[in-house]
C-alpha cells in the first residue's frame, strides 16, 4: 500500500546539477532505509545512495564526491542532490524504501528519467 512519488528530473547539460526528492504518499510506521538506484539500457539496476534510518550512508564509487543523499524522516522523504553531471549518469532513477523485518516486501517508485547531454 506504500507509494513512492519521485520528482526532480529531467534533461541537463554535462556540469549541471539535478535534484532528485522521494516521498512516501501514504503512512508508515516504520523505515530502515531509502535510497535511490538506477538502470540505464542494457544494464542491470545498481545502487546509486543509500541512507538508513541511524543515517549512515552508502554511495556508488562512480558518484562518490558529487551526489549527496540526505533524509526528512518526518515527512519519510529521501533527497538527491546530483551535481557535476556525466554523461554515465543517464538512467531511469528510482526511488527505494525498506520499511524493515514487520513487513514482507520493499517499495519502488515509478522511476524518473535523467538524461545528461554533450
Known amino acids: 500500500q506504500v507509494k513512492l512519488v519521485e520528482s526532480g528530473g529531467g534533461l541537463v547539460q554535462a556540469g549541471g546539477s539535478l535534484r532528485l526528492s522521494c516521498t512516501a504518499s501514504?503512512?508508515?510506521?516504520?523505515?530502515?532505509?531509502m535510497g535511490w538506484y538506477r538502470q540505464a539500457p542494457g544494464k542491470q539496476r545498481e545502487l546509486v545512495a543509500l541512507?538508513?534510518?541511524?543515517?549512515?550512508?552508502n554511495y556508488s564509487d562512480s558518484v562518490k564526491g558529487r551526489f549527496t543523499i540526505s533524509r526528512d524522516s518526518a515527512k519519510a522523504a529521501v533527497y538527491l542532490q546530483m551535481n557535476n553531471l556525466k554523461r554515465e549518469d543517464t538512467a531511469l532513477y528510482y526511488c527505494?524504501?525498506?520499511?524493515?523485518?514487520?513487513?514482507?516486501?520493499?517499495?519502488w517508485g515509478q522511476g524518473t528519467q535523467v538524461t545528461v547531454s554533450s
Open positions: 501514504t503512512s508508515i510506521f516504520t523505515i530502515d532505509a
Open positions: 527505494y524504501l525498506d520499511p524493515g523485518p514487520w513487513y514482507s516486501n520493499d517499495y
Open positions: 541512507i538508513t534510518n541511524a543515517d549512515t550512508t
